[in-house]
C-alpha cells in the first residue's frame, strides 16, 4: 500500500470510528463532538484523493478490517476500548509528522498537533457543553480500556513467549517427556508470580512517589506562599497569559490553598490524582491471569499427548498464538496484520528453537 493510500486509510477509519462513537454515546454533546471528529477526519480523507485524483468523482474506501476489528471490541468490552486506540494512534501521527518535519528542517505550522487537542478545543469552545461533560470526557481519554487492551496483549505475549521457549528447551533435552509438564507448569506458575508482583511494585511505587510529591507541594504553599504565587503566575505567562492578570490570578488562586495544590499537581508536577486511585492489587491479580492465559497454550499440548507429538502440537498452537498476539498489536500500531502477526511468529518460533536446540545439547551431553 502507498503512503498516500495509507493516509487515506487512516483518516477514514478515523472518521468511522468516531462515527461508531457517536452512535453509542448517550450524552448528546459528547457525541456531536465525535460526530464533529468523523467530519474533520473525512475532511481530511477527502482532501488527500482529491490532491492525487484531480479530475472525476471521488471513490472513498471502506473501513478497514483493523476498524472493524475495533468496532467489535467495542460491542464487546464496551467503546472506551475505541477512544483509547484513537487517541493512540492520533499522538502517533502526529509525532511522526513532527519528525518528518525536523528531519527535512521544514517550519512547523501549528497543524501539526494531534487531534487530542482539537477534541479539546471543541469542547472547551463549545457553548453547550457543560463542565460535567468536559470532566467525564477528559475522565474517560485518561482511563480508557485502550491501555488495558494493551497490557493484554502484551501480558499474554509475555508468558506465551517465555513459557514456549521455556518448554521447548525442556522437550529438547528429554524429547518430549513428562519433564517437560513439571517444568513448564513450575515455569507458568514463577512467570505469573513475577509479572504480578512487578505490577504490584510498580503500582504502589508510583503511587508512593506522587503522594510524596503531592505533600511536598502542600507543605511548600503552607511554608512559602509567596513563592507558590509567583510558580503559578510563571505557568499563566507561559500560556500566553498577559504578566500583570497571571500575577491577579496567581494571588486569587493562592487564597484557597487546596485550588492551588490541585492547580499546581496539574500543571507543575503533571500529576493526575485519579490516577493514583487505582489499586496495585488489582493490577498484580490482572497481570497474573494475563500471563497465565499466554503461558497454558504452549503447555496444554502437553496434557493430551507425549513425545514429538506433543512437541509439534505445542509448537503449532503457540504459533497460532503468537500470530494472534502481533495481529492483535495492529490494533494500536496501525501496520499490517499479516506482517505484523508473522513477524511475531518468526521472533517466537525462533526463541523457542534456539532453546531446544540447547536444551537437546544439554540432554546429549548429560545421557553421555
Known amino acids: 500500500m502507498s503512503s498516500v493510500?495509507?493516509?487515506?486509510?487512516?483518516?477514514?477509519?478515523?472518521?468511522?470510528?468516531?462515527?461508531?462513537?457517536?452512535d453509542h454515546e448517550k450524552d448528546e454533546t459528547i457525541a456531536h463532538v465525535f460526530r464533529q471528529m468523523s467530519e474533520i477526519e473525512m475532511g481530511h480523507a477527502e482532501m488527500f484523493l482529491r490532491k492525487h485524483q484531480p479530475t472525476g468523482a471521488l471513490v472513498i474506501p471502506p473501513p478497514s478490517i483493523r476498524a472493524r476489528i475495533l468496532h467489535r471490541i467495542g460491542k464487546t468490552f464496551g467503546y472506551e476500548y475505541i477512544v483509547g486506540v484513537l487517541m493512540d494512534t492520533e499522538q502517533s501521527?502526529?509525532?511522526?509528522?513532527?519528525?518528518?518535519?525536523?528531519k527535512l528542517q521544514q517550519p512547523m505550522t501549528g497543524s501539526e498537533t494531534n487531534h487530542v487537542r482539537i477534541l479539546r478545543t471543541l469542547l472547551e469552545t463549545n457553548a453547550n457543553i457543560s463542565g460535567p461533560s468536559v470532566a467525564r470526557f477528559e475522565k474517560r481519554h485518561r482511563s480508557v480500556g485502550g491501555n488495558a487492551l494493551r497490557a493484554a496483549v502484551l501480558g499474554g505475549n509475555d508468558g506465551l513467549v517465555s513459557n514456549f521457549s521455556l518448554v521447548m528447551g525442556v522437550a529438547g533435552a528429554t524429547h518430549g517427556g513428562n519433564n517437560v509438564l513439571l517444568a513448564g507448569s513450575a515455569g507458568l506458575l514463577a512467570g505469573a508470580l513475577s509479572m504480578a508482583l512487578g505490577e504490584w511494585i510498580s503500582v504502589k511505587s508510583s503511587q508512593e512517589l506522587y503522594e510524596n510529591q503531592m505533600d511536598l507541594e502542600m507543605e511548600e504553599l503552607e511554608t512559602n506562599p509567596e513563592g507558590e504565587i509567583r510558580e503559578i503566575a510563571l505557568i499563566y505567562i507561559a500560556k500566553g497569559i498577559p504578566e500583570d492578570q497571571a500575577q491577579s490570578m496567581a494571588h486569587e488562586i493562592v487564597s484557597d490553598k487546596s485550588r492551588a495544590h490541585a492547580f499546581l499537581v496539574r500543571e507543575e508536577l503533571g500529576i493526575n490524582p485519579e490516577e493514583l486511585e487505582g489499586s496495585a492489587m488489582e493490577a498484580a491479580v490482572y497481570s497474573f491471569f494475563l500471563f497465565c492465559i499466554g503461558a497454558i497454550i504452549?503447555?496444554?499440548?502437553?496434557?493430551?499427548?507425549?513425545?514429538?507429538?506433543?512437541?509439534?502440537?505445542?509448537?503449532?498452537?503457540?504459533?497460532?498464538?503468537l500470530f494472534l498476539i502481533g495481529s492483535s498489536i495492529t490494533l494500536f500500531t496501525g501496520k499490517s496484520m499479516l506482517k505484523s502477526g508473522m513477524r511475531q511468529v518468526l521472533f517466537g518460533?525462533?526463541?523457542?528453537?534456539?532453546?531446544?536446540?540447547?536444551?537437546?545439547?544439554?540432554g546429549v551431553t548429560i545421557a553421555g
Open 298 to 321: 504452549p503447555l496444554f499440548p502437553f496434557f493430551l499427548a507425549e513425545g514429538y507429538t506433543a512437541i509439534m502440537l505445542s509448537v503449532a498452537s503457540s504459533s497460532i498464538g
Open 5 to 22: 493510500l495509507k493516509s487515506v486509510q487512516t483518516e477514514i477509519d478515523a472518521s468511522y470510528l468516531y462515527g461508531v462513537l457517536a
Open 349 to 362: 518460533l525462533a526463541a523457542a528453537a534456539i532453546t531446544y536446540g540447547i536444551g537437546q545439547l544439554i
Open 93 to 102: 501521527i502526529s509525532n511522526a509528522v513532527i519528525k518528518t518535519k525536523v
